[in-house]
């Protein structure tokens, strides 16, 4: 994708023409890849399992699973169209439709949640592709080969209570994700999500083979699969919103900006589900891959977000050229990674192009080192800070460090929020002509997805928030 030109605000307003000055996607394909690089990512492999874990699985999954289905693709589709009807940043794409439909142009606070949710996300996310890059000399190294789950556990507390190490890939994940936020050129990477996206899902696929020689696949299936709704809390369900929205890149404007790079003739639905479908296949195969042997070695679901870095290793540990494949996969997965960081501080540099009239590489610089600074805090709080929860006064934030109070009010808070904004925006004030002739339904399939827009995702998400939030 050739990104934004000058900088000089190119937007004037006019919504016709507008997508042509920029370039589009070369295909569907294109914009699925770019799409499903920014959805695949730490939420799938790292965050799922271990969110599922925490909130005793089956039941939780289900919920998960209906979030996906019944919010996350009715909003990716608002998203996407929002972003292809507006042609531009999406803070100006709102912007043009709101002049266009005559709306208020407060909507534009849209893309300001994004901005806001983008800063904090990638602050936190680029610690945990941190821990990726520092796992694939672990692995390479031949360490883990053999190991018990104490050792394994212990090479992992030892990256957590070193600040230095951690600092150290933390700089190196920003680095990669403002090299190729800075040269503003995808081309390349969409290639590579063409090759490494399987590459992960096989590999995956390899760890499920093994996790079923374990002897403990049946009972993990039956963990991920067979709901238990009394393990299920009120909180459990806003996490599982929460983690939808995550996981699907929603919620910041982020499917708005690549929507702007599609052409006008493809369809927004077909590519809408198969994004979130190869997501949440390549989830639920992490899960599969996981607890397998977390069972298989007395370890606790429940472990927290270190749980893939204490499960899978030992695997590799095992596994017949482990070495080799643990390597892979950890190099794979810091890809799957920065895809989707890069597409964190995209939204935000476009905005600083756009709006303030700054060059391409001067916002990546200062956006970039804002989150790196921010970065810092997490970091800390997995050593130093560990014992310092700053809103502990707060019976449901009683315990959370810096970094889980950034990971809660971001992913809980603030995506479900700006998916809500987006949901009103497609279900109570845009152009029903023009949204229907930019999603070219059928008008059952339309009205299924008015219908869902206007008030299913607005009521789910409200309901959830007020039983946990009120
Ligand atoms: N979806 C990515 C993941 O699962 C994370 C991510 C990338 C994201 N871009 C986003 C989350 C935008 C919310 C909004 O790892």
Redesign the pocket.
Known sequence: MSVSSSGSAAYSGSLEGSNAQRGLWSSRLAFILAATG???????IW?FPYVTGENGGGAFVLVYLLCIAIIGIPIMMAEVMIGRRGGHSPVNSIKAIAQRDGLNPAWKLVGAVGIL??FL?LSF?SVIGGWAISYVGTTASGQLSGQTADAVGAIFSGLLSNPGTLLLWHTVFMALVMLVVAKGVRSGLERAVSILMPALFVLLLIVVGYAMTTGHFGQAAAFLFQPDFSKLTTSGVLVALGHA????????A?MMAYGSYLPKKISIAKTSITVSVI?TGVALLAGLAIFPIVFANGLEPGAGPGLIFQTLPLAFGQMPLGSLFGTLFFVLLIF??WT??I??LEPIVEWLEEQKGMNRTVSTLGAGAVCWALGIASILSLNLWADFAPLGFIPMLEGKTIFDLLDFFTANIL?PLGGLLVALMAGWVMSKPAMEKELALSPGAFSLWFVTVRFITPIAVGVVFIYNLM
């Not at 920014?38 to 799938?44: C, F, Q, W, Y």
């Not at 929205?245 to 910041?252: E, N």
């Open positions: 920014s959805a695949v990512g730490l939420g799938n965050k949710a983008g996300i996310y929205f995550f996981t699907l890149s929603l919620g910041m982020v997501d799957a990674a989707s960081g597409s964190l995506l």
